[in-house]
């Protein structure tokens, strides 16, 4: 049994729910599933492995893992998210923590942590359950992990205020946000406690839990804050081109931290 608990605000906003469709409901959710995907379909090292979804939630990654032919282990800190999980065809789920894995070493052969770094506002903790997931897998495996730019929150802003959207949050907090990283939604619907993190930071991250060199992509990239990325997301040829311009810029080191989303990636 994990020693660790965790945030209470944190949990609340999960047992909400909001999050289980928040990848298939809007465009800027698809988009990020999709790039995702794609991602991770093209890191993986091989096919019919076992993989370990750090803080998988209900299973949005590891249901697609298991229909490619994965064998998936799910762990969530969120009990009500490990049970719809476990329904999951080809997915077991188990609750815990990503700070202290139940598993021996080389367990598996990739980890994915697509949500606790940036929920573990300590520089420490997030150490550490990148090392925890390195320590789970077998030579010649991934970790990859997902992190929030520290520029999402102002870009947010910015793309809310042109839309006329109700921004959630003010122009004062998202240039707080946008120098420090620290985001504390405790009554707000948008999100929940977070960290925003410089792509720099979670490489040296990934150093200091024995990941030296990892490789980093932007996921949805500058074009995920574009306003009429519902209408390009669904128009085929549009679509596409999104598509294979993201691949082309995915790993350009002057645009990474220009998207919502970042993927790291290190082979063990």
Same mark, same amino acid.
């Given at each position: 049994m994990s020693t660790w608990e965790l945030e209470t605000e944190i949990e609340a906003y999960y047992?909400?729910?909001?999050?289980?469709?928040?990848l298939t409901r809007s465009a800027r959710g698809r988009l990020e599933f999709a790039r995702m995907q794609d991602l991770l379909r093209r890191k993986l090292p091989g096919e019919a492995l076992d993989v370990? %979804?750090?803080?998988?939630?209900?299973?949005?990654?590891?249901?697609?893992?298991?229909?490619?032919g994965h064998r998936v282990t799910l762990i969530d800190p969120v009990a009500s998210q490990v049970a719809v999980a476990a329904e999951l065809p080809g997915v077991t789920a188990v609750v815990g923590?990503?700070?202290?894995?139940?598993?021996?070493?080389?367990?598996?052969?990739?980890?994915?942590?697509?949500?606790?770094?940036y929920h573990l506002t300590d520089r420490e903790h997030r150490v550490q359950a990148i090392a925890e997931a390195a320590r789970c897998t077998r030579?010649?495996?991934?970790?990859?992990?997902?992190?929030?730019?520290?520029s999402s929150g102002w870009c947010d802003w910015l793309l809310f205020q042109s839309n006329d959207i109700d921004r959630k949050i003010s122009a004062e907090d998202s240039l707080r946000i946008l120098r420090e990283g620290d985001l504390r939604f405790y009554e707000q619907d948008m999100f929940t406690t977070a960290?925003?993190?410089?792509?720099?930071?979670?490489?040296?991250?990934?150093?200091?839990?024995?990941?030296?060199?990892?490789?980093?992509y932007a996921v949805q990239g500058f074009?995920?804050?574009?306003?009429?990325?519902?209408?390009?997301?669904?128009?085929?040829?549009?679509?596409?081109?999104?598509? %294979?311009?993201?691949?082309?810029?995915?790993?350009?080191?002057?645009?990474?931290?220009?998207?919502?989303?970042?993927?790291?990636?290190?082979n063990v």
């Open positions: 047992e909400r729910g909001g999050e289980r469709e928040r370990l %979804d750090v803080g998988g939630a209900t299973g949005i990654h590891a249901e697609w893992l298991a229909r490619d923590d990503a700070r202290e894995l139940p598993w021996d070493d080389a367990s598996f052969d990739a980890v994915l942590l697509m949500g606790p770094l030579p010649g495996g991934v970790v990859a992990a997902a992190t929030i730019n520290r960290y925003l993190s410089h792509p720099g930071e979670v490489a040296s991250e990934f150093a200091d839990a024995g990941l030296p060199g990892a490789a980093q074009p995920g804050y574009l306003p009429e990325l519902e209408r390009l997301i669904d128009e085929p040829e549009a679509g596409k081109h999104l598509m %294979d311009g993201l691949r082309v810029i995915e790993a350009e080191s002057s645009l990474l931290g220009a998207s919502n989303h970042l993927l790291t990636v290190a």
